[in-house]
């Protein structure tokens, strides 16, 4: 008997799902380093980095600054400057280009030259969000 391909797509979309949260934990991230869960950024031990009143994480650089980020999850990121998941003009922000991430993967910005707040998310997860706010 003959599957439909649906089904088997179906199915490995399925396994995709489930392999990475059964899989051994990754190394742990360096002080100062901005992980990234699942559908969230990691924020503990980063200095100036707080959440906003919206729950969004805020983190508060100054010029000149780098950001870097760490995968500490098993699940694929695509960050960059924008929305809920939807890419924007960066403008003068730092985070151009599109930076994929897959496990253990860290990325470190370009220096954040122009001050203001700047907005990033994840274009896998629409919900991972954080503003960057650079200051003199």
Request: glycine share 12%; net charge negative; proline share 8%.
């Amino acid at each position: 008997m003959r599957f439909p391909r649906i089904t088997v797509a179906a199915a490995l979309v399925v396994a995709a799902m489930a392999v990475p949260a059964a899989a051994p934990p990754l190394d742990a991230r360096p002080a100062g380093v901005i992980g990234m869960g699942h559908e969230g950024y990691r924020i503990g031990g980063v200095h100036d980095a707080h959440l906003g009143t919206d729950g969004v994480p805020v983190i508060t650089i100054h010029r000149g600054d780098r950001l870097t980020f760490q995968n500490d999850s098993r699940w694929v990121h695509i960050i960059g400057p924008g929305k809920r998941g939807l890419l924007t003009d960066p403008g003068d922000g730092a985070m151009t280009p599109l930076k994929m991430l897959e496990e253990n993967d860290v990325f470190s910005t370009h220096a954040w030259t122009t001050e203001g707040t700047f907005d990033l998310t994840c274009t896998v997860h629409p919900d991972m969000n954080a503003k960057v706010v650079v200051v003199p």
